[in-house]
């Protein structure tokens, strides 16, 4: 039973164009959403992350949307480059200190960015 | 600074025998994590220390034990390996809970056969 929902698997853009990610997550009790980039043979790296109480964040190209009474959010990849070839993993995880800050990830997902 | 060093990089183990992996961080980290990643399947946590002294199970803790060396140190041992733990390793570490930024190592390669 996943708790976060992450789609596409795969997708593939050309360099310039936008990519967008989505997840779904059923735990209510979720309150801190980060997206992690993960490069091959590399451990996964904080890339952006949002609370409940903002619909939207923006940091450079990339831009989470969050909507919370569906309790969905996604990723956007302005203006893709080849560098942002990587699989990207959504996550959720309920902040209180008994809770251990433990993250919850989505499946994963493949974006490879075309010249 | 090394942040999250995990040891080894790979290994391969058969059936049955026993290994634990290494991890240490030099962040002044209270909170340490151990996740698997499977494809399709994200990272699945196994075990998790939120302070020195204290574990806990994850998802998936079926198979492992995991021990709080101290507060830079937290190793997860696989007592008798079985193909179905197959994986990539991964060792993280935060500040604390709340919202802080997780840090990852660079993984360990395990394969059963």
């Known amino acids: 039973q996943q708790q976060v929902k992450q789609s596409p698997q795969s997708l593939i853009v050309q360099k310039g164009g936008i990519s967008i990610i989505n997840c779904a997550y059923e735990n209510t009790a979720f309150d801190y959403f980060p997206w992690y980039q993960q490069f091959p043979g590399k451990g996964p790296a904080l890339l952006i992350a949002?609370?409940?109480?903002?619909s939207e964040k923006k940091e450079g190209r990339f831009t989470i949307s969050f909507n919370k009474s569906a309790k969905q959010f996604s990723l956007h990849i302005m203006d893709s480059q080849p560098g942002d070839s990587a699989t990207y993993f959504c996550?959720?995880?309920?902040?209180?200190?008994?809770?251990?800050?433990?993250?919850?990830f989505g499946g994963g997902t493949r974006v490879l960015v075309k010249p | 600074n090394a942040g999250v060093t995990q040891t080894p990089k790979f290994q391969v183990l058969k059936t049955g025998q026993s290994m634990t992996l290494q991890c240490a961080q030099d962040m002044n980290h209270n909170s340490m994590y151990w996740y698997r990643q499977d494809p399709g399947m994200g990272l699945r946590l196994i075990y998790y220390s939120a302070s020195e002294g204290t574990t806990d199970k994850g998802e998936v803790p079926n198979g492992y034990n995991v021990s709080r060396l101290n507060k830079r140190e937290f190793s997860l041992r696989l007592e008798s390996a079985a193909p179905s733990q197959t994986s990539v390793y991964f060792c993280a570490s935060s500040i604390e809970v709340g919202y802080t930024e997780a840090f990852f190592g660079q993984g360990t390669r395990l394969t059963v056969v």
């Open positions: 949002i609370r409940p109480d903002v």
């Open positions: 996550a959720a995880c309920h902040s209180i200190k008994a809770a251990g800050n433990k993250l919850t």
